[in-house]
């Protein structure tokens, strides 16, 4: 059973970092594409970014780009999600999810099957 736990979510000032960490266990990150999604109260789940470990692409929501990045540390088997130059809207429950199979909507969210419990990030401007 594939298994997803984050961490790393906070309060941080506009303009400031956070790294969001994604534990996974069941299966070994080459054998999925895993991705960070976002959710406020009242709107849809949001892709932000993902990233295929076999081929090592990543892909990243327009509103992230350039500001965050995506990355894999294989041997603890844990996605990151590097979040720079932080605003206000960026705000949201941050949730990693998992596929095993692939699809061309990498950022939808129903493209995806296993989900963790997700982590606040709160920006204050």
């Known amino acids: 059973q594939l298994q997803l736990v984050e961490s790393g979510g906070g309060l941080v000032q506009a303009g400031g970092s956070l790294r969001l960490s994604c534990a996974v266990s069941?299966?070994?990150?080459?054998?999925?594409?895993i991705a960070w999604f976002r959710q406020v109260p009242g709107k849809e789940r949001e892709g932000v970014s993902c990233?295929?470990?076999?081929?090592?692409?990543?892909f990243y929501a327009d509103s992230v780009k350039g500001r965050f990045t995506i990355s894999t540390d294989n041997a603890k088997n844990t996605v990151y999600l590097q979040m720079n130059t932080l605003k206000a809207d960026d705000t949201g429950v941050y949730y990693c999810?998992?596929?095993?199979?692939?699809?061309?909507?990498?950022?939808?969210?129903?493209?995806?099957?296993?989900w963790g419990q997700g982590t606040q990030v709160t920006v204050s401007s």
């Open positions: 999810a998992a596929t095993l199979t692939w699809s061309r909507s990498v950022l939808s969210q129903y493209a995806y099957g296993y």
């Open positions: 069941g299966r070994t990150l080459r054998q999925a594409r």
């Open positions: 990233i295929t470990s076999s081929d090592g692409s990543t």
